[in-house]
């Protein structure tokens, strides 16, 4: 394998791993007294940014099982963080969709992390902070392109 897509590979791994611990997440449910679950937190924020989604499509986007999934935003939907409503597209399909409360919990999480990770990148510069965030933006639209390519090439 080549050692820049390696290393990359090593990195991206690393970063998942620390967004994925249980620590931050732990602390930001611990300080906002929140009702719930440490692995609603990502498909909350998911649900979020995307939404409204399918939950095929979200368990998909975050590597879960459909059934599991399905379960998790029954949750948040009980919750009063989502709403679960007929596709827009395919009346068929059950999308989620966050309500203001969910929102707000979205906005707190963001917060969260968002002083988490400026503690980490303290000593970066607003350049290479930028540089970060575009080429990890870009990459992450190849690889959602690569995707939909791969649907389209299997539903052929």
């Keep these: 394998m ?8 090593d990195a991206l791994l690393d970063i998942i791993g620390f967004m994925s611990r249980p620590e931050p997440d732990v602390a ?6 929140m009702p719930l679950e440490r692995a609603l937190l990502p498909l ?5 940014r995307r939404g409204p989604i399918g939950v095929v499509e979200l368990a998909e986007v975050v590597g879960r099982d459909y059934t599991t999934v399905s379960r998790q935003v029954a949750r948040l939907d009980e919750l009063g963080l989502v709403v679960r409503r007929p596709g827009t597209r395919d009346k068929r399909v059950r999308e989620a969709e966050v309500t203001e ?3 707000e919990m979205a906005d707190a999480i963001d917060r969260m992390r968002e002083q ?3 503690e980490l990148m303290a ?3 607003s350049a290479e902070r930028r540089d970060l965030a575009r080429l990890l933006k ?3 639209a190849d690889m959602n392109e690569w995707v939909v390519r791969r649907r389209h090439e299997d539903a052929e």
Excluded at 28 to 33: P, V
Excluded at 44 to 48: A, E
């Design 101 to 103: 409360a969910g929102r």
């Design 138 to 140: 870009r990459m992450a």
């Design 2 to 9: 080549n050692k820049d897509i390696r290393d990359m590979h």
């Design 28 to 33: 930001l449910m611990s300080e906002m007294a």
């Design 44 to 48: 909350l924020v998911r649900i979020d």
């Design 116 to 118: 988490l990770v400026g």
């Design 123 to 125: 000593e970066w510069s």
